[in-house]
């Protein structure tokens, strides 16, 4: 989803649509019960590595990864 800036679609308009709510409230309970760590990988082949563990074992794809 990308910035618009026009009314339809907003926040605010957003918030007047019945099926909003509890569908946020549903996403915010979600995001509280995950769990979130992170590494800093210098070597780019160690971060290679660790990437393409994710992949295996977590089955994260590829290309989500920022390796510049």
Do not use: C, N
Not at 24 to 48: C, G, N, S
Not at 56 to 62: A, D, K, R, V, Y
């Amino acid at each position: 989803m990308y910035a618009t800036y026009q009314t339809e679609g907003s926040r605010g308009a957003l918030a007047k649509d019945p099926s909003f709510e509890p569908e946020f409230a549903r996403q915010i309970a979600l995001v509280k019960t995950m769990q979130v760590r992170f590494v800093e990988v210098f070597d780019p082949l160690a971060q290679y590595l660790l990437e393409l563990y994710a992949h295996l074992e977590w089955g994260l794809p590829l290309d989500e990864f920022d390796t510049h």
